[in-house]
């Protein structure tokens, strides 16, 4: 069973905050993962993807990824109202599976 | 820049009904899918599709399912007889060769809802 956990939220963080946000994975087997961000209705937009063990620096967002401990995580700097959003981890082999996402509310 | 386009954006039926949801994936694109969000849950996966045919499909994907790429845009998917639990944001993406690990893009969704 391949499962992606994703704590729901909300978390609520301040304009100007780094909000950090993470993501568990249970099959092994996948190798590339994937941040995407869902506006209400909307469908999910690709912020970035990892691949490699360690850190990933675009712009305000860093994707880190540990898989020894099966564990992903997104750190959004200089957080803006605009950024409040769901966002969803995904791991693949081909097919997407995606977590829950975590709702993200960032107060202005 | 090119993009996924799904049409409708909005479909209503009733319960046993067929309905076909339509998508235009990105025309270099050779990978398909088809993806389902029922309204508060997680993204689910439903097909992958290449060179015509299923290449992988979850077990949400039965035998009332089926995708078609009846010309060199469309991709289709059919539901045969629409159930309440159908209701849901239907979503196209397609990746350039469907490498492990590729970057899949989205469409808006149809939202399709069964009375």
């Known amino acids: 069973q391949k499962e992606v956990e994703q704590n729901s939220g909300p978390l609520s963080v301040p304009e100007g905050a780094i909000a950090s946000l993470n993501c568990t994975y249970s099959?092994?087997?996948?190798?590339?993962f994937f941040w995407y961000r869902q506006y209400s209705g909307k469908s999910p937009e690709l912020i970035m993807s990892?691949?490699?063990?360690g850190d990933k620096e675009d712009g305000r967002f860093t994707a880190q990824l540990n898989k020894a401990s099966q564990y992903v995580s997104l750190l959004i700097r200089d957080s803006q109202p605009s950024d409040s959003a769901t966002y969803l981890c995904?791991?693949?082999?081909?097919?997407?599976?995606f977590g829950s996402g975590t709702r993200l509310q960032v107060q202005p | 820049e090119p993009e996924v386009t799904q049409t409708p954006s909005h479909q209503v039926t009733q319960m046993g009904q067929e309905v076909i949801l339509r998508c235009v994936p990105i025309?270099?694109?050779?990978?398909f899918y088809w993806y389902r969000q029922i309204l508060g849950q997680k993204v689910e996966f439903l097909v992958s599709?290449?060179?015509?045919?299923?290449?992988?499909k979850s077990e949400i994907f039965d035998d009332q399912f089926s995708v078609e790429r009846p010309d060199g845009s469309n991709f289709t998917l059919k539901i045969r007889s629409t159930k309440l639990e159908d209701s849901a944001m239907y979503f196209c993406?397609?990746?350039?060769?469907?490498?492990?690990?590729?970057?899949?893009?989205f469409g808006p969704g149809t939202r399709l809802l069964v009375l």
């Open positions: 993406a397609s990746s350039e060769t469907g490498l492990a690990g590729e970057t899949q893009y």
């Open positions: 099959d092994r087997v996948s190798q590339s």
């Open positions: 990892i691949y490699s063990n």
């Open positions: 995904a791991a693949s082999r081909r097919a997407l599976t």
């Open positions: 025309s270099n694109h050779l990978y």
């Open positions: 599709f290449y060179n015509n045919e299923i290449s992988e």
